[in-house]
């Protein structure tokens, strides 16, 4: 199992930037693919993006396409998420995710294992 810690949150105007990290122990990173998801208040989980073991691949909602950048550092254990021209609709706790299924861009959450306990982000308008 792996423990994972998100960090970066906060909150942000409308049209800024923030970038989230997200910290692995107990197993290495290079093992799993990974992803980040978030909640927005009152609704349901949704998928943001995600990154093969390699960082060769990468996907992304169309909702943070071109605004959002995956990326990850192996030899550090961490997953990183740049986001720029935040939108207010993008107020969630933010979640980094593993999927063992390391060479593969999964969309679905219930394909992710171990997941990290959350990081704010506020979004003002």
């Known amino acids: 199992q792996v423990q994972l810690v998100e960090s970066g949150g906060g909150l942000v105007q409308a049209g800024g930037s923030l970038r989230l990290s997200c910290a692995a122990s107990r197993r290495p990173l290079s093992m799993y693919a990974m992803g980040w998801f978030r909640r927005p208040p009152g609704q349901a989980r949704e998928f943001v993006a995600t990154i093969v073991w390699n960082a060769g691949r990468t996907y992304y909602a169309d909702s943070v396409k071109g605004r959002f950048a995956i990326s990850r550092d192996n030899a550090k254990d961490m997953v990183y998420l740049e986001m720029n021209s935040l939108k207010p609709e993008g107020t969630a706790v933010y979640y980094c995710?593993?999927?063992?299924?390391?060479?593969?861009?999964?969309?679905?959450?219930?394909?992710?294992?171990?997941w990290g306990q959350g990081t704010q982000v506020t979004v003002s308008s």
């Open positions: 995710a593993t999927d063992r299924y390391s060479w593969v861009c999964d969309l679905g959450y219930r394909r992710y294992e171990d």
